[in-house]
């Protein structure tokens, strides 16, 4: 399947981009995002400390299924206000 | 209007939106951009977000405002982009007829942005920029 993952501030710094396209195998859930995020942006590796998952716009526990189309995203700890 | 703003954020347009006639309570949080944090000094801070699921995350705040506190009307406001010392990060108004509730909506809100909005900062001082992360 193939999934969207968004990127946001300190992660995607050390990315150097904002979005990437991942294929992943079937059954694949936002630990196997995890694993494939840092196989294929090794540089992000230390920047996930304490960071979530969204998909489509809503947080996702680490054994939510993906599908194919989604669209994810890192959401590093949250700094507003 | 959506939660999020990219130009300075209107404080007396969201007071008055929330006043109405049968509320005798009105509280105000505004967040603004500090000139220090963590022994250092700061001169700026970027704030940049995940914006439509920021959006969302703020409509869920509401209904839990508009489910524990039925009688408050809330209006509020987050500015992303970049802030200068002083300038006003986010407007939380809240109304009720009487005191406690407006105040407890107010802190609501901005412990609930704090917890789950995906908004992000990067404090800048003299030396350069980086990234804030509060629960390391």
Redesign the interface.
């Known amino acids: 399947m193939k999934v969207r993952l ?1 990127l ?3 992660v995607a ?1 050390a990315a150097g981009e904002t979005e990437l396209t991942l294929e992943l195998p079937d059954a694949s859930t936002v630990s196997t995002l995890r694993q494939a995020l840092i196989d294929a942006q090794p540089a992000v590796a230390g920047h996930l ?2 960071a979530r998952f ?1 998909i489509n ?3 996702a526990a680490e054994d939510a299924a993906l599908a194919d189309g989604d669209t994810a ?1 890192v ?7 | 209007m959506g939660f999020l703003s990219h130009d300075p954020l209107p404080v007396g347009e969201l007071i008055d939106a929330a006043r109405r006639n049968d509320a005798g309570g009105l509280a105000v949080f505004i967040g603004a951009v500090r000139d220090h944090a963590r022994g250092r000094s700061v001169v700026a801070i970027d704030y940049s977000a995940y914006e439509p699921m920021a959006e969302r995350v703020y409509q869920q705040i509401v209904d839990e405002v508009a489910e524990r506190w039925p009688d408050v009307t809330l209006h509020s406001r987050h500015r992303i982009g970049h802030l200068r010392v002083g300038d006003d990060a986010v407007v939380i108004v809240a109304s009720s007829a009487h005191r406690p509730e407006c105040f407890a909506a107010c802190r609501h809100v901005i412990e609930r942005l704090k917890e789950d909005c995906p908004i992000w900062k990067k404090e800048w001082d003299a030396g350069g920029a980086q990234w804030i992360s509060p629960r390391p």
């Open positions: 968004l946001f501030a300190a710094e400390d304490g969204a716009e809503t947080f995203a959401i590093p700890p949250v700094a507003g206000g």
